[in-house]
């Protein structure tokens, strides 16, 4: 079997998506994207600053477009945001266009990983804890609904789960 040419990434923020996906991308000689990267290259501003102005539902609006377009690319890894299941659309394009692994971890896990980091507008809050535990309840069905696998990035290294998602892809 043929290694696939696309190949999407999804999972929780902190789960490792980008920094799997550029490891990922090289050992495959492949391209790299992220959603959320190319969003912020078309606008110009950061992720918050269009939470700011236009709200979620202009961030999604713009992740759509972002996901149809960068599904349709051949030869790559995209790593999409945490959010980007949300839309029937995006799960929609995402199962039919390509590869898709599930990274999975815990809340606790994608605390430890996001906490101190003040580019993620959806933590912005009195408890991001809680904030990530309901985000993943809600978005956890979901990832699975869509992934043609689940890989657990929980205390891993992002090398160590590049290197199962190859050995999968591979065999």
Known sequence: MAIPNRIFLIGPMGAGKTTIGKQLAQALGMAFNDSDLEIQRRTGVDIP????YEGEDGFRARERQVIDELTQVE???LATGGG???SPENRQHLSARGIVFY???SAEQQFERTHRDRNRPLLQTEDPLAQLKKLLEIRDPLY???????VSTEGR??????NEILDTVRS
């Open 49 to 52: 600053t269009i939470f700011a």
């Open 75 to 77: 030869g790559q890894v």
């Open 84 to 86: 980007a299941v949300i």
């Open 103 to 105: 990274l999975a971890c």
């Open 144 to 150: 699975r609904a869509t992934a043609d696998y689940t």
């Open 157 to 162: 290294s992002a090398t160590s789960v590049a």
